[in-house]
């Protein structure tokens, strides 16, 4: 099984500053990675996409970028609303994984 | 864009049975894979298993199978989850997640909001 490694767990950061989320796969995962959003209470959300596109009506703040191990998702300027949680998901290899999970919090 | 919803959850004794469903509307059914994902209360997002848009390959986590069928209806357009030998541990919202083949990668694309499966004596 591929485990996804998230970091930080927890980011503090206020609005409009710049977030950089990391995720480590334990292997290659080539870039069949996937970003998602998720606020409280409520499903996930598709950010990106094979590791760099943005989903439909995703905003350009948004960005993900890497290939093999080690990907990055980027918010470039934060808004109120870009506070949640957000996972990485990988689709190389059966079993699906998700990553822990990085808390994005109002500093 | 299509919509997904989840039914059949509640509280079961450890040991038990509970049988999900999932019913789509607004996109071609029969073209998706479907996934179950559940997040446990506090939790990350775990995925459970995957059905292809024929049925023709089924996967599952290794701590559900045996335990977990998941099956389809593409006439009902109907995603289902038959859990056995429910777990103490197995006690989350329970989501169905729609393939998109559009995408590199085939992320989940289309989400359901989620039913609570309750494994408590």
């Known amino acids: 099984e591929i485990v996804l490694t998230q970091s930080p767990a927890t980011l503090s950061l206020s609005p409009g500053e710049r977030a950089t989320l990391s995720c480590r796969a334990s292997?290659?995962?080539?870039?069949?990675l996937a970003w998602y959003q998720q606020k409280g209470g409520q499903a996930p959300r598709l950010l990106i996409y094979d590791a760099s596109n943005r989903a439909t009506g995703i905003p350009a703040r948004f960005s993900g970028s890497g290939s093999g191990t080690d990907f990055t998702l980027t918010i470039s300027t934060l808004e109120p609303e870009d506070f949640a949680v957000y996972y990485c998901q990988q689709r190389s290899t059966w079993p699906i994984t998700f990553g822990q999970g990085t808390r994005l919090e109002i500093k | 864009e299509g919509q997904l919803v989840e039914s059949g959850g509640g509280l079961v004794q450890p040991g038990g049975s509970l049988r999900l469903s999932c019913a789509a509307s607004?996109?071609?059914?029969?073209?998706?894979?479907l996934n179950w994902v559940r997040q446990a209360p506090g939790m990350g997002l775990e995925w459970v298993s995957y059905v292809s848009s024929r049925s023709t390959s089924i996967y599952y986590r290794d701590s559900v199978r045996g335990r977990f069928t998941s099956s389809r209806d593409n006439a009902k357009n109907s995603l289902y989850l038959q859990m056995n030998s429910l777990r103490v541990e197995d006690t989350a919202v329970y989501y169905c997640a729609r393939d998109d083949p559009t995408y590199g990668g085939n992320p989940f694309n289309c989400w359901g909001p989620g039913t609570l499966v309750t494994v408590s004596s």
């Open positions: 607004g996109f071609t059914f029969s073209s998706y894979g």
């Open positions: 292997q290659s995962v080539r870039t069949y």
